[in-house]
């Protein structure tokens, strides 16, 4: 939780200046500022803050981006269900583990992370919560209402994306991800799984007349996941560890090319196909040890003095 969102919420909801909620905490009114220039908090004082803001254990950022907690409520509704919509109807043979394994209470991981990609997008978050869409969570029904509302139809498509996207992750990439060999804990590859969102927004084709910023972002995001799945490849390679497949085609392929390459390896077609860099890697170790076991061969046969390479017969004619 941030403690400036924190600090925010608990001010507004008891409408008392910072002095006075430094009073009724027992800190200082500088620990109240520090605390709203986002300073560490304590769990024992965030929690008091979040009962102060009677947050009833959603996020702050959360209820922040909604507006308000009654309308966070509503979004995490609605966003559950464009995720189990989204989920039911994916073909890659993989679960979507973003949309089905929340970890955060009541889905508001999912929620913030969704508003957080929108947000990057240039998406403008509406105020109050569409009126139009509270139908449809109440009923928990698919509603036209959804599919006519252009934030809610972003948001399943950026999910639809998703189920393509992680179902090529779960092929190919995740065990290499969390392979103890490869250590990769604190390193560029160990952001991959939490920029799989973004990645999946940034292959919808959008109308970008309507979303200004969506270029900049797809650009921002391909360039971000490049260069974590380069670092993939080079620890994976510098291991011996086989890649399964083009990981790079993580960030190039359409969402839709990475769901049927998923689907296709889900039912056991090419699961013994090796990518092309293996076969090199092969190579590259089979000529280190020709290079170190055959000066000593030579030797061993007393052949130094006698042996010369004609390097005119390695040539193609």
């Not at 254990?57 to 979004?75: I, M, R, T, Y």
């Not at 994306?161 to 779960?170: C, D, E, I, P, Q």
């Amino acid at each position: 939780m941030k403690s400036s969102s924190l600090v925010e919420l608990a001010l507004s909801a008891q409408g008392c200046t910072q002095k006075e909620l430094a009073l009724h905490l027992r800190v200082s009114p500088a620990q109240i500022s520090k605390w709203k220039k986002g300073e560490h908090i304590s769990f024992e004082m965030s929690k008091k803050l979040s009962e102060l803001a009677g947050l009833d254990d959603l996020d702050p950022d959360v209820v922040l981006l909604a507006g308000s907690k009654e309308d966070a409520k509503k979004w995490v509704q609605l966003i559950r269900y464009l995720a189990d919509l989204s989920e039911d109807g994916a073909e890659t043979g993989y679960n979507t583990a973003p949309l089905i394994e929340d970890l955060g209470d009541d889905n508001c991981y999912l929620f913030w992370n969704t508003f957080r990609v929108l947000q990057e997008m240039g998406v403008t978050i509406p105020r109050p919560f569409p009126k139009e869409l509270e139908a449809c969570i109440a009923d928990d029904d698919e509603d036209e209402a959804i599919w006519d509302n252009e934030i809610a139809s972003l948001i399943y498509d950026m999910f639809k994306s998703l189920t393509n996207v992680y179902g090529f992750y779960a092929a190919f990439v995740s065990d290499l991800v969390y392979d103890e060999e490869l250590d990769l804990i604190d390193t560029p590859a160990w952001e991959l799984d939490s920029e799989l969102l973004s990645l999946a927004a940034s292959k919808l084709d959008l109308d970008e007349s309507k979303i200004p910023g969506f270029s900049r972002f797809k650009n921002k995001v391909k360039s971000e996941v490049a260069k974590m799945v380069t670092y993939l490849k080079e620890r994976a390679f510098r291991a011996g560890i086989p890649l399964r497949a083009e990981l790079m085609d993580l960030v190039f392929d359409s969402h839709d090319e990475l769901g049927r390459t998923a689907e296709a390896y889900s039912l056991g077609f090419d699961q013994n196909r090796l990518h092309p860099d293996i076969y090199m890697n092969e190579l590259l170790i089979g000529m280190r040890v020709i290079h170190q076991v055959l000066p000593a061969l030579i030797k061993k046969l007393g052949m130094e003095d006698e042996f010369e390479l004609d390097t005119s017969e390695l040539r193609l004619g």
